[in-house]
């Protein structure tokens, strides 16, 4: 038994500890890339010549990257501007056009009051206006002279000027010539104001 714990003390002694070995890895590769540091900088078999270029292209390459990425943003940042200002000028639209049915519909109503306005005088003055077609289709009939005798008689010019204007042109005309002059010229100029 003794013999073993010789033997194993002999393994254990030749060993090396783990800390040791790990402090040996550390230190070679300090040692490589001090080495390969020290290789670029005294460009040994032109090698700093390379890593100098491969660094520059690679600088060079990020820069126009960057320039890229700058621009892009700036790109992203015109369109984020111009979407909102088409947004802007389609909400104005869209108000515009919102002011224009609403005036539409105003107007629409306005003309509906108007036509009925219309509509509610015609047949106000339907009556009338049959009534004069009667008395002018009556005064048709008789002699020229009577009837200017008759209107000569009448009062109201409003009802005068309607007759005559009911009355063909050539039978106004024989009236109107056998009426007294200043009679006929009143009427002849309320006819020109209607």
């Known amino acids: 038994m003794q013999d073993k714990n010789v033997n194993l003390k002999k393994k254990k002694n030749n060993e090396i500890p783990p800390v040791l070995a790990g ?5 070679i590769c300090v040692f490589l890339v001090i080495l390969f540091c020290m290789l670029a900088y005294f460009n040994v078999g032109g090698l700093g010549l390379d890593v100098i270029n ?6 060079a390459i990020a820069l126009d990257e960057q320039k890229a990425m700058e621009q ?7 369109l984020k501007l111009e979407v909102e200002k088409m947004q802007e000028d389609l909400a104005k639209r869209e108000e515009e056009l919102e002011k224009g049915w609403e005036e539409i519909a105003q107007k629409e109503a306005q003309l509906i009051k108007e036509k009925k306005k219309y509509e509610d005088l015609v047949n ?3 009556p009338e206006f049959n009534n004069i077609q009667e008395v ?7 002699d020229a002279a009577k009837v200017a005798e008759l209107l000569e008689k009448q009062d109201n010019m409003a009802l005068k000027v309607r007759i005559i204007k009911a009355l063909d042109v050539s039978f106004a ?3 109107l010539s056998k009426m007294s002059p200043d009679k006929a010229a009143a009427i002849l100029e ?5």
């Open 23 to 27: 402090v040996s890895v550390f230190a």
């Open 54 to 59: 491969t660094l520059r292209k690679n600088e």
């Open 72 to 78: 892009e943003k700036k790109n992203i940042e015109e």
């Open 124 to 126: 106000d003055l339907m």
């Open 136 to 142: 002018a289709e009556i005064y048709r009939a008789m």
């Open 173 to 175: 005309s024989q009236v």
């Open 190 to 194: 309320r006819i020109h104001d209607y």
